[in-house]
């Protein structure tokens, strides 16, 4: 059976950009908006045209530049923000607005100070002004997560009816368990009318580190759209990482779904975002992690040097490591030490590695990890 193809909506240079301290002129918007579409996402979201006058700017060059993928920009529910990202996107070949409210009890009562149905006419009002300048519209019932499924299913219902092309239902503040958001998708696919002729699309925040597992657990309901950045940067704990939806439906074929992304540009990817958002990745990070194909112990070093399936489920080329690493602490075994004096040229049996490991032991614990260098000195001994 043919893969369900789960369209990539990239929101690095939106939802990610929002960080403290991330923000990214122009030109470096730009440079990672080209390698977005290099990558392979279907939509790119990038930025919130009505926020600032550099932001607007932005969004309408990148529309100007980007042919491949559709370039999407954020509004509220509210003319001047609709207006703002219509003249934004209106260059590009593939156009999109992004407009919503917010339907949790919290948001209607307390955020907004109004009624659900006022929010609900709002909604509407906002699909059908879009409409006048884009075919491709997108809906957002802000904290859906945290939404009455019944009212949420009735706001969907009447902005699919006024024109909505994609309906998104956010984890705003990552509340959800991944069952939880997998049942609400369940419920919107069965509850609201006219849900088949549109995309459904998670959007998870990580609050309690979430966020991946809820994208899954909605493509398994029946979103086919998923929300997500680099490296999973985004308001405080982040979003759903890009990396890691890509490469989960990757790596479990038997889920029957797949997206367009060039998986082996995902290191190059990450480490450009980080470097130019001067947001580090931390080391254990998944798929993009310095760690993340590295091996220290001295039974996972023997597995991987006998076969490399071992202790890993990606080769590592896949996503643009160049190989796994062994690297040389005093946890490593006898297995790895020869290994890695191999590579340096240093072919020793194994009867005589005794005193060389001995040695390596010292230093390990001296050293923290051993390097190249340190065995060059030890093997020349
Ligand atoms: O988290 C959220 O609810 C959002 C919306 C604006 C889509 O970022
Ligand atoms: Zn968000």
Not at 99 to 124: A, C, M, P, Q, W
Not at 342 to 367: I, N, T
């Amino acid at each position: 059976m043919a893969h369900k193809h789960i369209q990539i909506f990239d929101t690095t240079l939106r939802d990610g950009e929002q960080v403290p301290g991330c923000q990214l002129n122009t030109d470096e918007k730009i440079e990672i908006a080209l390698a977005l579409e290099k990558l392979g996402v279907d939509i790119m979201e990038v930025g919130f045209p009505i926020s600032s006058p550099g932001d607007f700017d932005s969004v309408s060059k990148i529309a100007s530049i980007i042919t491949e993928s559709t370039v999407c920009a954020l509004s509220r529910a509210v003319e001047k923000d609709i207006d703002a990202a219509a003249e934004a996107v209106k260059n590009a070949r593939m156009p999109r607005i992004h407009t919503g409210i917010g339907t949790s009890d919290s948001h209607v009562y307390s955020k907004l100070r109004t009624t659900r149905e006022n929010v609900l006419e709002r909604g509407v009002a906002a699909v059908k002004y879009a409409k006048r300048f884009v075919e491709d519209v997108e809906f957002y019932a802000e904290d859906a997560g945290r939404t009455d499924n019944e009212y949420l299913a009735k706001v969907l219902e009447v902005v699919i009816a006024a024109g909505a092309t994609v309906v998104n239902i956010p984890d705003t503040t990552g509340y959800c368990l991944p069952w939880q958001y997998g049942a609400k998708i369940k419920y919107i696919k069965e509850h609201v009318r006219g849900i088949d002729k549109v995309h459904i699309s998670t959007h998870c925040h990580n609050d309690l580190g979430l966020a991946t597992a809820n994208s899954i657990a909605g493509v398994e309901h029946g979103a086919t759209q998923v929300e997500c950045t680099i490296n999973g940067i985004g308001e405080r704990a982040g979003n759903a990482s890009l990396e890691e939806v890509v490469m989960i439906l990757r790596q479990h074929q038997d889920l029957n779904f797949d997206t367009r992304i060039q998986s082996r540009q995902l290191k190059s990817m990450s480490e450009l975002v980080s470097t130019r958002m001067r947001m580090p990745v931390q080391s254990n990070k998944a798929i993009v992690g310095s760690n993340a194909f590295s091996h220290s112990s001295g039974i996972h070093q023997d597995g991987v040097i006998k076969s490399r399936e071992t202790y890993e489920i990606i080769d590592p080329l896949d996503v643009g490591v160049h190989e796994s690493s062994i690297v040389l602490t005093a946890r490593s075994g006898r297995a790895a030490l020869k290994f890695r004096a191999a590579k340096l040229g240093f072919d020793v049996e194994r009867e005589q590695m005794e005193p060389y490991y001995e040695a390596f032991l010292k230093l390990a614990d001296e050293k923290k990890v051993v390097q190249d260098q340190d065995l060059l000195s030890l093997f020349s001994s």
